[in-house]
């Protein structure tokens, strides 16, 4: 494990890492907090905000359409279940 962190160190991707890895965190916290709140339409919102930044986009991109939308449905499911067990314990 610290042989693959230092190789994306010195490769200069470890910070692009981290800051993808802090986007997710405050996208689901965002999602999260919404469904807390009892506000169903931050979903909405959020597919939204994020399909109009990836049709935006006109560089060519590594991750396709199917990573996409898989990516989109865990990090929703993970909030869905963040919010629920918050709930739960609150």
Known sequence: MIYWIMRL???NKFKSIIISLTKGWIERAF???G???ELQ???IF???LKL???LNDDNPSKVSNDQFLI???LSL???IIYSQVLTNII
């Open 9 to 11: 160190y010195k490769k």
């Open 31 to 33: 999602i999260c907090f």
């Open 35 to 37: 469904l807390l709140i």
């Open 41 to 43: 339409i931050v979903i």
């Open 46 to 48: 959020f597919s939204a």
């Open 52 to 54: 109009g930044t990836r």
């Open 71 to 73: 990516g989109n449905i």
């Open 77 to 79: 499911t993970a909030a």
